[in-house]
């Protein structure tokens, strides 16, 4: 009944409107096919949460450049608040090795120090690596606005049937699958 009212209303559409459709489908759908979808896409185009007040660097610009052997935890970290964009590359003449590159959100401007920290995985078969985001919390009360950080971390001597690396914040997890060279 309402598709007949509504037909009644605004008349049946006629061909050149089946085809503005059709093309407007057709765009969207070429537009989503030109996502990347490896683990090297480019997150840098990505832009944080709009109530951020600092300018973060670019994923590849993030340093020191820590190892899964060296990460060093005072003890209080705490998780950030959420996670919105994860990279891996495979650095040249290393095989077996990536580095990941998070960036997130923490709730104010005096937390330091945002590290990845790799966790115990729940998967039998080795194919999944989960890692918190997380970094130390103020020491006295801050009430200065959320802030993007960035954390950057090399892994070594990784089996080639990894097939997906995930970090997770306080609020959220983001998954990337790991495409070997």
């Given at each position: 009944?309402?598709?007949?009212?509504?037909?009644?209303?605004?008349?049946?559409?006629?061909?050149?409107?089946?085809?503005?459709?059709?093309?407007?489908?057709?765009?969207?759908?070429?537009?989503?096919?030109?996502?990347?979808?490896?683990?090297?896409?480019?997150?840098?185009?990505?832009?944080?949460?709009?109530?951020?007040?600092?300018?973060?660097?670019?994923?590849?610009?993030?340093?020191?450049?820590?190892?899964?052997?060296?990460?060093v935890?005072?003890?209080?970290?705490?998780?950030?608040?959420?996670?919105?964009?994860?990279?891996?590359?495979?650095?040249?003449?290393?095989?077996g090795?990536?580095?990941?590159?998070?960036?997130?959100?923490?709730?104010?401007g005096?937390?330091?120090?945002?590290?990845?920290?790799?966790?115990?995985?729940?998967?039998?078969?080795?194919?999944?690596?989960?890692?918190?985001?997380?970094?130390?919390?103020?020491?006295?009360?801050?009430?200065?606005?959320?802030?993007?950080?960035?954390?950057?971390?090399?892994?070594?001597?990784?089996?080639?049937?990894?097939?997906?690396?995930?970090?997770?914040?306080?609020?959220?997890?983001?998954?990337?699958?790991?495409?070997?060279?």
């Amino acid at each position: 009944m309402a598709m007949r009212k509504t037909l009644l209303m605004y008349g049946a559409p006629n061909l050149s409107t089946v085809g503005m459709m059709v093309v407007f489908a057709l765009g969207l759908f070429l537009e989503g096919c030109n996502e990347s979808t490896t683990a090297e896409s480019n997150l840098d185009a990505q832009s944080p949460p709009s109530n951020s007040v600092e300018a973060v660097p670019a994923l590849d610009s993030v340093a020191p450049l820590a190892s899964s052997d060296s990460v060093v935890l005072a003890g209080n970290e705490q998780d950030i608040a959420s996670v919105y964009g994860v990279k891996i590359v495979h650095p040249p003449g290393s095989p077996g090795t990536i580095i990941i590159t998070a960036k997130g959100v923490v709730p104010s401007g005096a937390w330091s120090n945002p590290v990845l920290v790799p966790e115990e995985s729940d998967d039998p078969k080795g194919t999944v690596r989960n890692f918190k985001f997380v970094a130390l919390p103020p020491v006295t009360q801050d009430s200065s606005p959320e802030r993007p950080v960035n954390a950057r971390l090399q892994v070594d001597r990784l089996p080639r049937s990894l097939t997906t690396i995930r970090v997770s914040s306080a609020t959220n997890t983001m998954s990337v699958i790991v495409v070997w060279p």
